[in-house]
């Protein structure tokens, strides 16, 4: 297999996902995008699913390397609602991509609480490993890890969904305040 064909034919999908949703990625589509005879297309991708799988594990991987790189110092408020702030740049970077990942049925999908309980949610697991550093250092009240990072989750993305559903008359930037209001009050009432 050409790796350097599998590259351009995942950016190719990337960039009619981000351009024209799930929908706008057909294997016909990406190979004429590509140059190449829509049954070489299935040399590197098995099917659809698994091109749009490639391509969404290479983004979710893209994701966790902005959460990565968020401090490691500060309070744990200010980190738990930094890393909500990474959730809402993603969700206003990569809509489409958002939409299908968080918003949409799919198969496939993790499922709480047995996938987040096992861990299975990389997007989830470093917001539940600061939650349950905060409470090991007596920061937030003892709880139920998973329900908290849940919680957060729930909190921000309804507000995205919200926001971007023009629900607000209010600019991002004035958005983006309010969510944080609402984060440190949700995080006041966690503490212990």
């Known amino acids: 297999m050409d790796q350097a064909t599998q590259e351009r034919i995942s950016e190719t999908a990337l960039r009619l996902f981000e351009t024209d949703g799930e929908a706008g990625v057909s294997m016909r589509r990406v190979a004429t995008a590509v140059g190449i005879t829509p049954m070489a297309i299935y040399h590197h991708f098995a099917d659809r699913r698994s091109l749009l799988n490639f391509v969404v594990d290479r983004e979710f991987a893209k994701y966790l390397e902005s959460f990565q790189a968020l401090p490691q110092r500060g309070s744990y408020e200010s ?46 697991n470093p917001v539940a490993d600061l939650l349950q550093k905060a409470m090991e250092a007596g920061f937030l009240k003892q709880d139920d890890v998973w ?27 004035e958005f983006r305040a309010l969510v944080r209001r609402s984060l440190r009050r949700l995080i006041h009432g966690l503490k212990a």
Do not use: N
């Open 79 to 124: 980190r738990l609602v930094t890393c909500m702030d990474a959730y809402i740049d993603y969700a206003f970077t990569h809509p489409r991509i958002f939409d299908y990942v968080f918003a949409e049925p799919r198969p496939g999908a993790r499922r709480y609480p047995e996938d987040f309980r096992a861990r299975r949610s990389p997007t989830l």
């Open 147 to 173: 329900e908290l990072a849940m919680q957060m989750w729930a909190h921000t993305h309804g507000y995205v969904s919200l926001y971007r559903g023009g629900r607000f008359d209010l600019s991002e930037k």
